[in-house]
């Protein structure tokens, strides 16, 4: 029996998971907190813990998973800047979820925006009050505007289809480009310069950590929209809001932010949040913010409850390659083991 630790369970993960492990000699442990130093001993007696985007998986979590011998990490988001891979090489196997729903994500970034551009959360709220002025609730045509589209993986793509279909003209920056895929890509400052409006759709890594910044902001068009439904630590969130009370920031649609682990996900209604860069966000008539919720759609849960199920049994079938390993060394042609057929380590 391959039994597993849930951390960060929500009501909406339990349906999906344990409908696909039904059959499965399987046994999940659902646990409604996080994983980090403190939570970590809750795994003992399990063969691998199943993790989300603010779990912390650090060096020391993962030494101590190995001790009371866990095997496997297995991550449902695909992102998985919250995990040290490296550490966890030659003890732990990791797998992720690398595509459960780009359109969910993509789509939800249209959502933002339009919501924002077209101010349907203020008439929103007004109407429900018998409220049917229109004043301040001006809008701008997508038609004929230019997106920057950053990181032009699976998501990057959708939304920059759903735009041309809007009629906008679309550029992007991707540090990998594709060659022959039609993408009309620029230097990042070009982008910055030109773009009416920017999505971020890259990772987060060391080298885009704030790429949006004081500086990057000082580059961008009076009134530009920003949209991130990828990682908040891409964007220094001070600096964004000392854009938006310079009125150079147009408006925000933020689906997730840097300091969310311990905020988001949980009803706070009723409590003082202690952010107070987050609450002065909140507060803008301009920013829209969800809580990391671009990736909640039933096919996104069916799907992340399938493959996860799918790469737990690979990686505990003997000899077998894990299903969707991460580690360092992956897609380094000289040194991925993965490439040849064989298990990371
Ligand atoms: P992907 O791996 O298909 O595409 C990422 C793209 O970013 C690639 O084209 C890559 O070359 C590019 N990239 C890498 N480093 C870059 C850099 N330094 N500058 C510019 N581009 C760079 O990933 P996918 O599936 O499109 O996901 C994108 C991001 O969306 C994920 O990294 C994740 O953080 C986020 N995400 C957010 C969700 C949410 O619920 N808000 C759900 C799923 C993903």
Redesign the pocket.
Known sequence: MIKVAFYDTREYDKPSFERYSEQKDMEFRFLETKLNEDTVELARGCNAVCVFVNDTVNAAVIDRLYEMGVRLIALR???Y?NVDVQAAFGKIHVVHV??YS?YA?AE?AIALLLTSVRRIHKAYNRTREFNFSLNGLTGFDFHGKTVGV???????RIFMDICRGFGMHVIA????P?PDSGIDYVSLDELFQRSDIISL?????D??RH?INASSIARMKKGVVIVN???GGLIDAEALLQGIKARKVGAACL??YEEESDVFFEDRSGHILNDDLLSRLISMPNVIVTS?????TEEALNNIAETSVANILSCFEKDGICDNELCYRCGNIERCKKERKERCF
Do not use: W
Not at 173 to 176: G, L, N, P, V
Not at 201 to 205: G, Q, R, S
């Open positions: 988001s695909a992102g800047n690398p595509a780009p994500v939800h950053i990181g032009t993986g699976k998501i990057g920056y991707d540090r990998f594709s759709h890259c990772p987060l890594t080298e885009t790429m439904t990828s990682r689906d997730v990391h919720q671009a990736f909640l």
